[in-house]
C-alpha cells in the first residue's frame, strides 16, 4: 500500500529538549516536503526537498533542519524547540511537482511546553 | 508566499449542495488543488484543475475556475454528513517548488 509513514503521531515534551520526527515513503518519490499547520493559517511549508541531498527552504524554516540522505526518509528535525513550534505537522511526497498529487502523511501532533 | 484565501467555515443542510470558495493572487498559477481533511487525520487529495480548464466534474465534485478574477470553487452534490470536513484549496504556481494553500475552510453538515 502506497504511504507516507510519520512517527510520532503525537509528542508532548519541553523547551530545548532536542526532537525528531521521522517521514518515510514507499513509493520511490523524488519530492517531499513538510508543513506545519495552525488555525486560521493553514498549512505553511517549512522545507523541501527535491531529492537525494537537495532541500531548500520553504515558508517558515526558523528553527527547523531537515536531511534526505535516503530517497525514502526526510526527517524534521528541531534543534531546541519552543513553544510557539507547538503545531500540526504534516509530510507529504510525490513523483514531481505538477498534477502528480502530494501524498500526505497522517500528521503529527506537537506541543512544546 | 502569494495569499490564497477562504471563508473559514460552512454550514449546509445534507441532501443540498454545498460551495466552498477560493480566491488566489497569482495569475501564473498552473495547477489548482481541493484537498480533504477529516479529523484526525492527513489531506486527502480531491481533485484538481488545470489552469487552461474552466470546469471539472468528478461524480458530486464540481470544479470552477474563473481566471480573470483568480476565483476557485468546489461544488459538492447532495452534501452527506461524511463530507464534513476542512477544505483547502492549493496553488501551485508557475516554476514554483511548493503548493502554496488556503486557511481552509470548515463545512458543517447538519443531519
Known amino acids: 500500500e502506497a504511504q507516507v509513514t510519520q512517527n510520532p503521531r503525537y509528542l508532548i515534551t519541553v523547551t530545548g529538549k532536542k526532537l525528531t520526527v521521522t517521514c518515510s515513503q514507499n513509493?520511490?518519490?523524488?519530492?517531499m516536503s513538510w508543513y506545519r499547520q495552525d488555525p486560521g493559517l493553514g498549512l505553511r511549508q517549512i522545507y523541501y526537498s527535491m531529492n537525494v541531498e537537495v532541500t531548500d527552504k520553504g515558508d517558515v524554516p526558523e528553527g527547523y533542519k531537515v536531511s534526505r540522505k535516503e530517497k525514502r526518509n526526510f526527517p524534521l528535525i528541531l534543534e531546541s524547540p519552543s513553544p510557539n513550534q507547538t503545531s500540526l505537522y504534516f509530510c507529504?511526497?510525490?513523483?514531481?511537482?505538477?498534477?502528480?498529487?502530494?501524498?500526505f502523511g497522517d500528521g503529527t501532533r506537537l506541543s512544546i511546553l | 508566499g502569494e495569499d490564497v484565501e477562504q471563508s473559514l467555515f460552512l454550514s449546509v443542510r445534507e441532501g443540498d449542495s454545498s460551495v466552498i470558495n477560493c480566491t488566489y493572487t497569482d495569475s501564473s498559477s498552473t495547477y489548482l488543488y481541493w484537498y480533504k481533511q477529516e479529523p484526525g487525520a492527513g489531506l486527502q487529495l480531491l481533485t484538481y484543475i488545470f489552469s487552461n480548464m474552466d470546469m471539472k466534474q468528478d461524480q458530486r465534485l464540481t470544479v470552477l475556475l474563473n481566471k480573470k478574477d483568480k476565483h476557485l470553487s468546489l461544488r459538492i452534490a447532495d452534501t452527506q454528513t461524511g463530507d464534513s470536513a476542512i477544505y483547502f484549496c492549493?496553488?501551485?504556481?508557475?516554476?514554483?517548488?511548493?503548493?502554496?494553500f488556503g486557511t481552509g475552510t470548515r463545512l458543517t453538515v447538519i443531519p
Open positions: 513509493m520511490n518519490h523524488e519530492y
Open positions: 507529504a511526497s510525490s513523483s514531481r511537482q505538477g498534477a502528480q498529487p502530494q501524498h
Open positions: 492549493a496553488e501551485l504556481q508557475t516554476g514554483a517548488n511548493n503548493l502554496f
